[in-house]
């Protein structure tokens, strides 16, 4: 199964973008979409959306949902973890090795949304 994008809900949506485009770029994700009310970053085709929600309704952060972003290596992951904190996300786990891959390394934070993201990879170095 391929995914084809994941979208976030924002209260603040030029807030939400200085956020990920900071934090994204170690990852190798740039932006690709600004549009008034949707912002998107992937490599060639926007993978991650950040919006408001189409209902109206104010943006909530999922119980359970946590989206994986892919990391070229463990630098990025903790350059990506850094960032986020430095812009006001909150911890959600260090950069480190995690026991649910052989070889994962992973960063956990919540965005300024609440919203809970990993960065990871897979290699030693």
Request: hydrophobic share 50%; glycine share 10%.
């Given at each position: 199964m391929m995914l084809t994008h994941v979208t976030l809900g924002t209260t603040n949506l030029e807030?939400?973008?200085?956020?990920?485009?900071?934090?994204?770029?170690?990852?190798?994700?740039?932006?690709?979409?600004?549009?008034?009310?949707?912002?998107?970053w992937g490599t060639d085709v926007p993978q991650l959306m950040v919006l408001y929600p189409r209902n109206g309704e104010i943006a909530t952060a999922g119980n359970g949902v946590t989206v994986g972003l892919s990391a070229p290596n463990r630098a990025a992951v903790a350059e990506f973890h850094r960032?986020?904190?430095?812009?006001?996300?909150?911890d959600e786990g260090m950069p480190g090795p995690r026991t649910?891959?052989?070889?994962?390394?992973?960063?956990?934070?919540?965005?300024?949304?609440?919203?809970?993201?990993?960065?990871?990879?897979?290699?030693?170095?």
């Open positions: 807030r939400a973008g200085d956020f990920y485009d900071f934090v994204l770029e170690p990852l190798g994700l740039k932006r690709l979409v600004t549009l008034e009310k949707v912002l998107g960032r986020a904190l430095a812009l006001g996300a909150v649910f891959a052989p070889d994962a390394y992973a960063a956990y934070v919540r965005d300024l949304d609440g919203h809970k993201i990993v960065a990871s990879c897979r290699k030693l170095g």
